[in-house]
């Protein structure tokens, strides 16, 4: 049976408890392994794959990750559908910790990063359109899947990519947000550019686990781990529903 979709799972979301039948892959790639096994499993009747990005014992940091092996591995199981999960800090008013959120735009602050497959000496060199960062179909399926499950997600929001793996000072923020962005998250890119290049639907399921530096009604709040940790995991109650919903579609 092909594979219906993938999921990334980001900080805190380290396997999909709900998969069942589960068969696991220990790919390689000629670009080395990805993050960890790619796990298969049976969901509403469907395959779905999902691979934790920093590892399933959170052993990567963002700019340690091989987002090229992770998506090559997934494009190699012929997978075409990636929806990846991002966990974020929250910048503008409606991105609070807990929310759910599509965007629909990114800015890349990353640096350092292997961020093409048009990296090896004779490789054609790709010029893909990014306008769209995320598959508007895509996501519009996500949304519409959201929708019919009763979680709420927001539609839209520009996602900014840092380096990481430190969180951002107030000003890095204050930035951000006149730059446009609502969410700040240190894995967007360049997964989601590869992801374009290999031709790939891909859309980003971001959740809001704190309010970024200054962004929230306490400016001076310490973000610590362990709210992090609790929002993600009250946050993600909601995403098994909306797997269900999508896959049932
Ligand atoms: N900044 C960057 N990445 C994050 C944050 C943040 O505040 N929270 C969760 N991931």
């Known amino acids: 049976m092909s594979i219906e979709l993938a999921v990334i799972g980001g900080t805190g979301v380290y396997a999909l408890g709900e998969l069942a039948d589960v068969e696991t892959h220990q790919p390689d790639t000629r670009y080395g392994p990805p993050s960890g096994p790619v796990r298969v499993g049976t969901l509403a009747g469907k395959r779905v794959a999902f691979l934790a990005r920093h590892g399933e014992g959170h052993s ?5 990750i091989n987002y090229r092996a992770n998506l090559a591995a997934l494009h190699a199981l012929g997978i075409t559908r990636v929806l990846a999960l991002n ?4 910048i503008t ?4 910790p807990r929310v759910l959120a599509c965007p ?11 961020s093409t497959f048009c990296e090896e000496p004779g490789t054609e060199v790709l010029h893909v359109d990014f306008g769209d960062p995320y598959t508007p179909a895509w996501r519009r399926q996500i949304l519409d899947a959201a929708q ?12 900014g990519a840092t380096q990481g793996p ?17 969410l700040v998250g240190m894995t967007g890119m360049p997964e989601a550019g590869l992801a374009r290049e290999l031709g790939l639907d891909y859309a980003c399921l971001a959740i809001v686990a704190n309010w970024a530096a ?9 973000i ?5 940790l609790d929002n993600v995991a009250a946050a993600m109650d909601g995403v098994p529903r909306i797997l269900h919903c999508l896959l049932s579609a």
């Not at 629909?104 to 292997?114: A, E, K, N």
């Open 60 to 64: 990567l940091p963002p700019h340690r």
């Open 87 to 90: 966990t974020v800090g929250g």
């Open 93 to 96: 008013e409606r991105f609070g």
């Open 104 to 114: 629909d735009q990114l800015i890349d602050y990353t640096w350092g990063r292997v």
């Open 148 to 159: 019919r499950a009763g979680v709420a997600v927001i539609d839209g929001g520009c996602y």
């Open 166 to 182: 430190r969180l951002e000072t107030r000003a890095e923020i204050a930035r951000m947000r006149r730059d446009g962005c609502d």
């Open 214 to 222: 200054g962004a929230g009604p306490e400016p001076d709040e310490v």
């Open 224 to 228: 610590t781990l362990k709210d992090v």
